[in-house]
């Protein structure tokens, strides 16, 4: 049966022909490059085109990863929230070296980003947190976001608790949760070509200044 799935798995063919990017295309500046694609991405109803791999480097210095979602971005970097006490954030503290990957498969596009990780502001992630619906606000108040349960009853139970001991009053963001900022040092777009051509276009940050190459796919 193994056998008969890896065959299958070997198999599998998509000739990508559905765009091109070229020399003309390239933007000098890759985060205005990255607007540009985020913005055709969510034109083309990309299944959520903020999802993003988020790969952290373990204490034994091993890599971890696991999806999670764009929040925001500008020139200074890209923002995602989450739990500081998670295995995300024990290993973002004890090396702030991550990588994010964007995979569109509906345009055929990949987008990989490496640089460094910070908090944002106390005030930013306010502003996000009381923004969220209240149900998740409680929801990250009462994940213990990473630890061993029991069972998906300590979850509701913890839930609960936070719920009723509102008493109606609005919940305060929790110290231990907020928000990411990735400030790259790369970018490389990926697009998908016929052949297994891929058109690849890889910016690394000199200064204040970004330079771009062509990379063989």
Not at 84 to 111: D, M, T
Not at 125 to 134: A, G, Q, T, V
Request: aromatic share 10%; charged share 25%.
């Amino acid at each position: 049966m193994n056998e008969l799935t890896n065959k299958k798995i070997a198999a599998l063919r998509v000739d990508y022909s559905l765009k091109e990017f070229d020399e003309t295309h390239v933007l000098a500046d890759p985060i205005k490059q990255f607007s540009v694609w985020f913005q055709e991405a969510l034109e083309a109803d990309v299944n959520e085109p903020n999802a993003m791999t988020l790969a952290t480097v373990k204490q034994d210095n091993t890599p971890s990863a696991r999806v999670v979602l764009l929040k925001g971005f500008n020139d200074t970097g890209f923002t995602f929230f989450t739990n500081y006490n998670s295995h995300k954030g024990q290993q973002i503290i004890q090396n702030p070296n991550v990588a994010l990957v964007f995979c569109w498969l509906e345009l055929q596009r990949q987008i990989r980003i490496e640089g460094k990780v910070s908090k944002i502001s106390k005030q930013e992630s306010d502003n996000y947190f009381y923004s969220r619906p209240l149900s998740s606000q409680i929801g990250a108040i009462a994940s213990p976001q990473s630890t061993v349960i029991e069972g998906r009853h300590v979850l509701e139970e913890i839930y609960s608790s936070v719920k009723n001991n509102l008493h109606e009053k609005a919940p305060e963001r929790p110290e231990h949760w907020g928000g990411y900022k990735v400030e790259p040092n790369l970018i490389e777009f990926w697009q998908g070509r016929s052949s297994r051509l891929h058109d690849r276009f890889e910016f690394v940050r000199n200064g204040n200044d970004w330079k771009h190459n062509r990379l063989a796919p």
